[in-house]
Each structure stands twice: as C-alpha cells, then as structure tokens.
C-alpha cells in the first residue's frame, strides 16, 4: 500500500495544531479568497469562505494543494446556470495563470462554490468566515490496494504519453482527456468519497506528473495560439477600414490563428473565446463581458451584455473584451482608428 493513499496520524502540521488553523493563516487565507472574489466580478453575496480537500483531512500528502472555496449562490450570478458555471470556471482558470499562489510549497486552488452544491457526507470542511469546523474530518485507517488504482489510471497514462505537440488535433484530445478526468473523480466522490478508486487513481496520475503534462501541453499550445501573428492584426484592420475585403480563405486563417470555433451558440457555449457566428442577428442576453463583433462586410460594434445587434453582413466574428484578448483589441483599434466604422 502506497503510502500517499492512507491516511495520516494528524492533520498536516503546516496548516494545523491539531484542530486549529496556526498563526494567522485564517487572516491571511480570507484576505487570498476576497481577492480572488473581487477578481470573479459579481454581485453575488459571499455566504462563507472555507478550506476543504485533502489538507482538511487525514489524507493530506506533500502533493496536495490548498483548496480554498468562495461559497456563493450561483442564481445570483444569473438564471443561466449552465452559462455561470462556465464563466466562473474560466475566471478561474484566469486566476491561477496569472496567480499561482503558494504557502510553503503547497499550491493554493480557488474555486467559487455554488451553495446549492451538496458536499461529500465524508469530507472535513473548515469555516474561515467563522473560524470553526463545520465538519470535523475522520481519521479513520482505509486502506485501498496499489493494483486496482494502477489498473484504473493506466489507461490515462497511455493516452497522455501518446500525445504529440505537433498533432493539430492537440487542444481537443488534452480537454477532452482532462473531461473524462474530472468526471471519473467526480463519479468515484459521489459513489464511495475521497477514498473511491477513481478519486485515487486520478490522484495517482496527479502526483506522478500527468496532470501537470497535460497542463504544460495545453499552455504552449494555446500560447503559441495567442499569440497573434501581426499579419491576423492587419487583415482585420484592413477590411474595417474597407481597404479590402477578407476572402475565405483569409477568414480561415484568421480563425486558426485565433484558436476561434464557428457556431451559432458563440459565447454562450464558448465564453472568453473568439467564435464566428453564422448570422447578422447577435444577442448579449446573459452574456458576461462585452463582445467587439466584426462582420463579413467590415462593419464594426463593440456589443454590450444584454443587448441585440443587428450586424449589415451574413456571419459575425466575435472578440471577447477579456483579459486573454485584450492585447488583441488594443492593437487593432491602434490600427484602424483611423477612418474606421466603430461603434461604441
């Protein structure tokens, strides 16, 4: 038996005195976790902050992170649950590319739980708004046998050591391998808890390095996407300002080298990506950030959340204003000021 999957004599002793958070982390977790709330951009009334995961229980290793949770009611983000779920999903995501927050070596995750989420019956779960266990994690031994957690994650391991950086299919096959990650680990927690062997085998794939893998493929490969080729810059500009009109094929590059997917759903499945819209009718309707669309004819809107756009041309592309492509359309608007069809 591994010892990473049994679990400990005491809670971890870099984070605990027995049952009490040392020092003044609380102070300084609750001033992380406002942070990353103010950074999430909401109006939604924060209801707790917790600590939960492996370092509020017995079965911490040096590999586990510290998972601070902003507890929030996603109907006051918007009815759209679905659409919420994505947008704090990749503000997240966001977060941590731009703050990788650590505390003696250990990785702090944040996350924005909905209140309506039930938790694991087996889960210990801190309070920091009230500095007390709301549930007091067992220590009970369990223990769980090496093969059948190999047997589980060996076929992960296959799929991510075959990955080649060149494949042009690369972005699609790590999201959908980190899907089916995240729903075997989800499976295993509702199922049997933290102690299940598909929690446990996707933990065996993170402490042996697969998951950082598939996260270091997935950043090169999305930076290198990113960043834009000037060329991208001088097309767009060119067509607003009626300088010339882009063909198919031009609008093809375009679309590579923006990593943009065409459909009719556009950031409504696709938040924070560019996306071209098969259609002149745009709505905004629970769409969080605004949105720079650019249709076939070059007429140019910077769209609103909330609002309808009624675009000249047939098909719209569209520019999220986030962080990820504001560099993007700063840029452009530097190139087309000039004699460009701009609507604020």
């Known amino acids: 038996m591994l010892n990473e999957y049994q679990t400990q004599n005491s809670l971890n002793p870099k984070l605990w005195d027995e049952f009490h958070l040392k020092g003044n982390l609380q102070e300084k977790f609750l001033e992380i976790a406002k942070h990353f709330y103010e950074f999430l951009e909401t109006d939604a009334t924060i209801l707790d902050i917790i600590l939960i995961g492996s370092n509020a229980n017995y079965n911490w290793t040096k590999y586990s992170d510290i998972d601070l949770h902003v507890v929030i009611n996603y109907l006051e983000?918007?009815?759209?649950?679905?659409?919420?779920?994505?947008?704090?999903?990749?503000?997240?995501?966001?977060?941590?590319?731009?703050?990788?927050?650590?505390?003696?070596?250990?990785?702090?995750?944040?996350?924005?739980?909905?209140?309506?989420?039930?938790?694991?019956?087996?889960?210990?779960?801190?309070?920091?708004?009230?500095?007390?266990?709301?549930?007091?994690?067992?220590?009970?031994?369990?223990?769980?046998?090496?093969?059948?957690?190999?047997?589980?994650?060996?076929?992960?391991?296959?799929?991510?050591?075959?990955?080649?950086?060149?494949?042009?299919?690369?972005?699609?096959?790590?999201?959908?391998?980190?899907?089916?990650?995240?729903?075997?680990?989800?499976?295993?927690?509702?199922?049997?808890?933290?102690?299940?062997?598909?929690?446990?085998?996707?933990?065996?794939?993170?402490?042996?390095?697969?998951?950082?893998?598939?996260?270091?493929?997935?950043?090169?490969?999305?930076?290198?996407?990113?960043?834009?080729?000037e060329s991208v810059i001088e097309s767009l500009a060119k067509h607003v300002n009626k300088q010339s009109t882009l063909s198919e094929s031009e609008w093809s590059d375009i679309i590579t080298k923006t990593n943009a997917i065409e459909d009719p759903m556009g950031q409504w499945k696709h938040p924070g990506r560019c996306t071209m819209i098969p259609s002149n009718n745009i709505t905004m309707k629970n769409v969080p950030h605004q949105v720079l669309g650019i249709d076939d004819t070059g007429h140019m809107q910077l769209m609103k959340p909330e609002m309808t756009y009624t675009f000249p041309g047939k098909r719209v592309f569209e520019i999220p204003r986030t962080p990820q492509w504001q560099t993007l359309m700063i840029q452009l608007a530097n190139k087309i000021k000039n004699g460009a069809r701009y609507v604020e």
């Open 77 to 229: 983000v918007g009815d759209n649950l679905h659409l919420v779920e994505q947008y704090l999903r990749a503000k997240k995501s966001i977060w941590n590319t731009n703050y990788p927050l650590k505390y003696k070596g250990m990785n702090i995750e944040l996350y924005a739980q909905d209140s309506n989420d039930e938790l694991h019956s087996s889960v210990g779960v801190y309070s920091l708004y009230h500095n007390k266990w709301i549930r007091k994690p067992s220590a009970d031994i369990i223990s769980i046998d090496d093969s059948d957690i190999e047997h589980k994650a060996a076929p992960y391991e296959y799929e991510i050591n075959a990955l080649k950086s060149d494949d042009p299919n690369l972005d699609y096959k790590i999201k959908d391998i980190l899907d089916r990650l995240r729903n075997l680990r989800a499976s295993g927690l509702e199922a049997s808890g933290e102690y299940s062997i598909e929690n446990l085998a996707y933990k065996h794939l993170r402490n042996k390095g697969y998951l950082g893998k598939l996260k270091e493929l997935l950043h090169k490969s999305t930076y290198g996407k990113l960043n834009i080729d």
